[in-house]
T-cell receptor
Framework: GAGVSQSPSNKVTEKGKDVELRCDPI?????LYWYRQSLGQGLEFLIY????????KSGLPSDRFSAERTGGSVSTLTIQRTQQEDSAVYLC?????????????FGPGTRLLVL | AQTVTQSQPEMSVQEAETVTLSCTYD???????LFWYKQPPSRQMILVIR??????QNATENRFSVNFQKAAKSFSLKISDSQLGDAAMYFC??????????FGTGTSLTVIP
């Protein structure tokens, strides 16, 4: 079976532009996570979706960041008016349920570079 | 606030030898989970091992084992019989709600042939 996929693999954009990052979780996984990994740093939690529940957006760094998950499957992370400090690898992960007892499966990430 | 600290930015080990990666964390919760993840150059994070805080027995997965010291808030990873394929970044992580995971800054492990 396919794993978690993310697109694009790499994205270069100019400061001030909007970008959309896509995550296709493993089929049947109800939980979906977005993380940001800046150079030399660990993963920073951004947002968590679980089934039809309201997402946990507490990790989003500013109102320029938003995410949605349509039909409980594909998720899109949108960054508006990108800044240079948004440059990072954005990782998506999914799990059957909450990833305490269930394994989180990560995608390969999208490397974003804001010029 | 929950924090996870990995004090060893880089470690190296001779092939077939044993290496221990350190991790400490800070929490006021009594029931939580701890994890070690491996990130090879491909960037794809892989779960190595998971420990439930209420279980006193240290988790083991083949050549990987942990030394969980709850009172000291310490969670180290021991890799036995190191292999070239073990070379990667290793991240320690903490979670208690199932929502937010807190990751350390990682330890880069080099395996010397």
């Amino acid at each position: 079976g396919a794993g978690v996929s993310q697109s694009p693999s790499n994205k270069v954009t100019e400061k001030g532009k909007d970008v959309e990052l896509r995550c296709d979780p493993i089929s049947g996984h109800t939980a979906l996570y977005w993380y940001r990994q800046s150079l030399g740093q660990g993963l920073e939690f951004l947002i968590y979706f679980q089934g039809n529940s309201a997402p946990d957006k507490s990790g989003l760094p500013s109102d320029r960041f938003s995410a949605e998950r349509t039909g409980g499957s594909v998720s899109t992370l949108t960054i508006q008016r990108t800044q240079q400090e948004d440059s990072a690898v954005y990782l998506c992960a999914s799990s059957l349920g909450q990833a305490l007892r269930e394994t989180q499966y990560f995608g390969p990430g999208t490397r974003l570079l804001v010029l | 606030a929950q924090t996870v600290t990995q004090s060893q930015p880089e470690m190296s080990v001779q092939e077939a030898e044993t290496v221990t990666l350190s991790c400490t964390y800070d929490t006021s919760e009594s029931d939580y989970y701890l994890f070690w993840y491996k990130q090879p150059p491909s960037r794809q994070m892989i779960l190595v091992i998971r420990q439930e805080a209420y279980k006193q027995q240290n988790a083991t997965e083949n050549r990987f084992s942990v030394n969980f010291q709850k009172a000291a808030k310490s969670f180290s990873l021991k890799i036995s019989d190191s292999q070239l394929g073990d070379a990667a970044m290793y991240f320690c992580a903490y979670c208690y709600t199932g929502n937010q995971f807190y990751f350390g800054t990682g330890t880069s492990l080099t395996v010397i042939p």
